[in-house]
């Protein structure tokens, strides 16, 4: 959790470091000059330092540019962690001015099951102002029988870590989840049931809704480690910009759509020799079927 610091996953939060921004630039190799790191972990203290002097690359277009990054992360009572994070860009990754980004974040074990983590990040671009930091606030209930999730995530539209990772700027993620996991002692073959229902709502910076998911699942594992799952999601998704998914003869309008489609899926133990994931969905997508 927390700001973030090695690489990129599919959600939404920001990363302030991506390691893949250094050395590559529109898919073009960019020459590292020279270039430097310590990590490492001192009593209760983690530090992670960095400055990497990339080149020049011609057919990118890609200017000499000086990364740098600070790291420092303090473990707090039995399992808990506060941090502050920094990283400076010498040229932006657009090419005008320079880049810095700068956060605080903390994850702490409340309780065995309940922990809280939450992060303020800024960044700082030049001839850019205002409406240029990202937060998230999130509580995690993870019991053996019963969970429960929340979590608020905003970034803001002039958010830019120009030396990390982000997917999408100018909105606010409001994110729901409970679960029930009881383990049937009369049924035999069966470990555990987990039912878990989920709502998801995002909106843009001007208040209107970009996305709302709601999903229920229903899973059975069995003691062989094997799974069997079943899914249904309800979506509402607003396109700004047309576009084609592959395989379709006619782009998707502007506008806003509402969908749904269920899924089936069995998952076989890693002990068995042949072991992978079999799936199959259908339902509706945009304005046509999946």
Known sequence: GGLGVTSADASDTPYLFYSR????????????????RITGKVGPWAIGLMNIQAG??????????NFSVFRLKRDVLSRSAIGVMG???SVSATGTGSNQA??????????????????????????????????QGRCDYNADRYGARAEVLEVGANFRPDVG???????????GEVRFSPRPARLKAVRKFTL??????????????????????FTTEFHTSDQVSVDAVRIY???PVAFTPAGSPAPIAVGGYTFSDVGA????????????????????YYDGTI
């Open 21 to 36: 921004r250094i050395g590559l630039n529109n898919a073009r190799v960019v020459p590292i000059d020279a270039g430097g």
């Open 56 to 65: 020049d690359e011609r057919v990118s277009g890609t200017d000499a540019t």
């Open 87 to 89: 990283t400076n860009r």
């Open 102 to 135: 700068y956060g605080v974040d903390g994850s702490f074990g409340l309780t065995r099951d309940i922990t809280v983590g939450t992060y303020w990040a800024r960044t700082n671009s030049t001839d850019v102002s205002g409406n240029d930091q990202s937060w």
């Open 165 to 175: 990772f982000l997917r999408r700027t100018d909105f606010r993620r409001s994110y």
């Open 196 to 217: 878990s229902s989920g709502a998801e709502y995002i909106e843009n910076g001007a208040g209107d809704v970009d996305t709302r998911v709601l999903r229920g699942l």
């Open 237 to 239: 998704d607003f396109l």
């Open 265 to 284: 899926s069995y998952t076989f133990g890693a002990q068995r020799r042949v072991s992978g994931v079999v799936a199959v969905r259908g339902g509706e």
